[in-house]
């Protein structure tokens, strides 16, 4: 599968809550995301990702395996993404340590997300903060089948922001894991 994706920076996060708000009901969610490479950067340099998510809400945790190739669309950074639940994810993190991939960035994220059903496809919105980012984001995402699909879906992403009164100059490809190394670099909150 591809999630065919795109984020934004919020201006007004009350007036994009109060609109999702009338798609779907919102979940609060935080994300601790753990991100591996080999000691080479093997995965980076060829735009992969290995990345181990527990997911904390109001039903409890799950934990999350996801594997991300290289983009198929440069402009929104779109990838095939492979997901698995997992039942214990101390016992990932030890395998890929014993496989031989470390830690590179591990962070929060403070999530609201909305299953919506929009366009005839089923969006997943999800408004964001990364404490140690300043800002709220917006990710709308679904999931494609195949490239031939890709840019018509991102059309729909892109019809639904535009809904939310999210516009084209609001739209980023830059990365949380960019934005939070770049603040620890610094020791100052950044600006993704």
Same mark, same amino acid.
């Given at each position: ?7 934004? +920076? ?14 779907? /009901?919102?979940?609060?969610?935080? @994300?601790?995301?753990?991100? @591996?490479? =080999? ?6 340099? %060829?735009?992969?990702?290995? &990345?181990? %998510? ?7 945790? +799950? ?8 983009? /198929?669309?440069? *402009? ?8 698995? %639940? ?5 016992? /990932?993190? &030890?395998?890929? %340590? ?20 929009? &366009? ?9 903060? /990364?404490?140690?980012?300043?800002? =709220? ?15 018509? *879906? ?17 739209? =980023?490809?830059?990365? @949380? ?7 620890? =670099? ?7």
């Amino acid at each position: 599968m591809i999630e065919a994706e795109l984020k934004a +920076r919020v201006r007004d996060p009350n007036a994009v809550q109060l609109r999702l708000d009338e798609y779907a /009901v919102g979940r609060t969610e935080v @994300y601790q995301d753990t991100y @591996y490479d =080999t000691a080479k950067g093997q995965l980076g340099s %060829r735009d992969a990702e290995l &990345r181990v %998510r527990t997911v904390h809400g109001d039903t409890g945790a +799950r934990s999350l395996l996801t594997y991300k190739e290289a983009k /198929v669309d440069e *402009a929104s950074g779109s990838k095939p993404e492979h997901e698995t %639940r997992v039942e214990n994810a101390e016992a /990932v993190h &030890r395998m890929l %340590r014993g496989l031989g991939y470390q830690p590179v960035i591990a962070f929060e994220k403070r999530c609201r997300n909305y299953d919506v059903q929009a &366009r005839g496809r089923l969006m997943l919105a999800t408004l964001v903060q /990364v404490p140690e980012i300043d800002g =709220t984001f917006i990710e709308l995402e679904t999931l494609v089948q195949d490239e031939t699909d890709v840019q018509a *879906a991102l059309g729909d992403v892109r019809a639904v922001l535009e809904s939310l009164g999210i516009e084209d100059a609001d739209l =980023t490809r830059e990365l @949380y894991t960019d934005a939070v190394l770049a603040h620890r =670099t610094s020791g100052t909150r950044t600006d993704e």
